[in-house]
């Protein structure tokens, strides 16, 4: 289950899309709307994405994810759209037959899905204002926007 | 080899709301490369101008670099530094 999606995350079928008998070892990775940012108080986030690239792109990192560690299953979900405080935007589940290679995919792969996949995300505060977060270049682990080093 | 050809860019997120629009036409060579059409975006959106060593492209949902050659009816995209999650 590789897919992004405009309605609330069902963690239960991406948990049972990643289990296997074979795996002893599920690791569930939520991202979850949270409703501080920077001092403002968020209201909710409006996730836009390139869908035909980022879908690609989602499939690449979990057959890379599935290349670098043994896998039993690997289910990513994110979410598209207005996101509510509180809501989980993005939900990734590896499961493996020991503990270890499920944990370091799942991280693995949230840290890349934040660097590769074309995704944006703009905070709506309580106050009505917008901004867009700030995203990363690819090969790029800070985030950068226009103004900062040409 | 003076053949020009008109190439389509997708637009999103912060350059999308910039430009006012969801794609842009642009005429390049017909041998240019992403670096070119780079170019060729600021020259015609000036406004673009602080966004430009920062815009990313993708010619059929890969990134590309400035060197990467256009290829008549190439599905071309341009956007900010992502950050999903």
Known sequence: MIRLTDHPIQ?????????????????L???????????????????????????????????????????????????IGRVEVGEIS?????????????????Q????????QAPIWKKEVFADGAVRWVAGQEPGRTHPVGPGGSP | MDDRMEVEVRLFAQVREIVGGDRVRLEVGA????GTLREEMIRKIPVLAAWKHLLLFAVNEEYADDSTPIEPGAAIACFPPVGGG
């Open chain 2, 31 to 34: 041998t240019a490369c992403i």
């Open chain 1, 11 to 27: 963690v239960e079928a991406v948990l049972q899309a990643s289990r296997s008998p074979d795996a002893g070892a599920v690791v």
């Open chain 1, 90 to 106: 993005v939900a990734i589940a590896c499961s493996a037959a020991h503990r270890a290679p499920a944990f370091q995919a799942a």
């Open chain 1, 108 to 115: 693995w792969l949230i840290d890349q899905i934040k660097q």
């Open chain 1, 29 to 79: 990775f939520l991202g979850t709307v949270r409703s501080e940012s920077q001092g403002q108080t968020v209201a909710c986030l409006e996730y836009e994405c390139y869908s035909e690239m980022a879908e690609r792109v989602l499939h690449q990192l979990a057959d890379e994810a599935r290349s670098r560690w043994t896998l039993q299953g690997c289910a990513i979900v994110h979410r």
